[in-house]
């Protein structure tokens, strides 16, 4: 064989044997051959080994080589049959498309006018149904909003029609609306009481205006769709008339709110007196403190001048002087001094009238002190306030009118309660201002008669 000639050829040349013996050798095992005969079989037993495993891979090949074949035409004619079917696709959505257009300008031509009446009920399920949604009315006939919104959408995004029943059931709710905006009608429903617990109560609907409970004012809530009590209730002729439609019977009065609570509203958010006082701070406490100390004394010596002026009267009348009034102790100077003579006499009595002037002029003064010092103090609480508002400014700008407001308020509640107690108190100064003087030209009258009398016996 060439194999062993060249390997004979190859023993001259040691260097060489064990250089083609490292690479041959190689992939073997780890132990050597024996001598260079054992190597030799080796060698041959391997060549003849990797023929083999050759032959074995090209027959399997091209064995599988006819089945590539079918596997490509299997591919080839599956993306035909897509192409065609892609094609026949196209041609039925061509064909679709020109069919559809014909069924929808059918359609058109056959709705005629209906269409624009679907187009209108459309427009109306959605404006009924923001009415609905905030009307107090949904409190007594819930989830009518829901329908109209259902139906809205049905026919805006799948152009579906509406049926006989729908349309019925749209007229229904909206002569239903109107029809029970002019009722005053009663039903039971849980409302959310201030403390937060939901209690069953009897409802009193006033049309679509207003809702009452145990005559108290009640909100509805369109984001949940429940009842509670106002946090606050309005003023009380506001919640006795809100009583009296609950309790009464027949005609009666009613506060009723035809913005559907946005007067409520505000009436609620307005504050009433005490916050109003509140409002005046420390100055407006002392005004008021002030203002009502005047006041007893107004009230003091308007009673003390009615009873006094009482028994004058009398006295006029009495023939004999007594000493439980100003002029009987003023006429009984004369008894005192039966022999004096006029000018004696004259300084008696005008002695007698300056003793009682006091007594009847007693704390006017304080009075008209207190009428001049209540404005002086409104106008400190106004000059306060406004530096509170200045000092808001500065620290915060103008951008909130809330941090203005309280300054605002204390310096305009300030003035008006200065106003409050000055204008009372003048009235009351002056009303008892005249009484005392009066009562004091009642004594002085009766002392020139008097003298007058003694000066015709002396004559």
């Not at 403390?195 to 809702?211: C, H, P, Q, S, W």
């Amino acid at each position: 064989m060439n194999i062993k000639n060249t390997f004979k050829k190859l023993t001259a040349k040691p260097a060489a044997i064990a250089l083609a013996c490292m690479t041959l050798s190689a992939p073997a095992v780890a132990e050597g051959p024996a001598n260079l005969d054992e190597l030799l079989s080796k060698l041959e037993q391997g060549q003849l080994f990797q023929s083999q495993e050759n032959k074995a891979r090209e027959a399997d090949f091209m064995a599988r080589k006819n089945e590539q074949v079918k596997l490509l035409q299997n591919a080839i004619n599956t993306r035909d049959n897509a192409i065609a079917t892609s094609q026949q696709l196209e041609s039925d959505f061509e064909k679709n498309e020109y069919t559809l257009a014909d069924k929808t300008d059918a359609l058109n031509k056959r709705m005629g006018s209906l269409k624009e009446l679907f187009g209108v009920l459309q427009q109306v399920a959605g404006d009924a149904k923001g009415k609905f949604q905030n009307s107090i009315i949904s409190t007594q006939y819930p989830n009518r909003d829901v329908f109209m919104d259902e139906l809205a959408q049905k026919m805006g995004k799948s152009s579906k029609l509406a049926s006989i029943e729908e349309i019925e059931t749209v007229w229904f709710e909206l002569q239903r609306e109107m029809t029970e905006s002019g009722k005053i009608t009663t039903f039971k429903a849980p409302v959310i009481t201030q403390t937060g617990d939901k209690v069953e109560k009897e409802i009193v609907r006033v049309g679509a205006f207003n809702l009452v409970a145990d005559g108290k004012y009640i909100e509805y809530v369109s984001e949940t769709g429940s009842l509670a009590e106002l946090a606050r209730q309005p003023a009380a002729r506001y919640t006795a008339s809100a009583d009296a439609i609950q309790n009464g019977s027949g005609i009666v009065e009613f506060a009723l709110d035809p913005t559907g609570g946005s007067i409520l509203s505000l009436l609620v958010q307005a504050p009433d007196t005490k916050e109003r006082v509140e409002q005046g701070g420390t100055v407006g406490y002392v005004i008021l403190a002030v203002g009502l100390v005047g006041l007893l004394i107004a009230l003091e010596r308007f009673i003390s001048l009615t009873l006094v002026g009482g028994k004058v009267r009398r006295q006029l009348k009495a023939d004999k002087a007594t000493s439980d009034n100003p002029l009987g102790r003023v006429m009984q100077v004369k008894d005192k001094h039966p022999e004096a003579d006029t000018e004696t006499l004259e300084l008696k009595l005008s002695e007698a009238i300056m003793r009682e002037v006091p007594k009847l002029t007693r704390n006017l003064t304080f009075i008209k002190i207190i009428s001049v010092v209540a404005p002086l103090m409104g106008l400190l609480g106004t000059v306060t306030g406004m530096i509170n508002t200045f000092q808001a400014i500065t620290l915060f700008g103008t951008g909130d009118p809330k941090l203005m407001a309280g300054g605002i308020s204390q310096a305009l509640v300030t003035t008006v309660l200065g106003l409050v107690v000055a204008i009372p108190t003048i009235l009351l100064y002056t009303v008892l201002h005249t009484r005392s003087k009066n009562l004091v030209y009642i004594l002085q009258e009766q002392s020139a008669g008097i003298i007058a009398e003694r000066s015709e016996k002396g004559a």
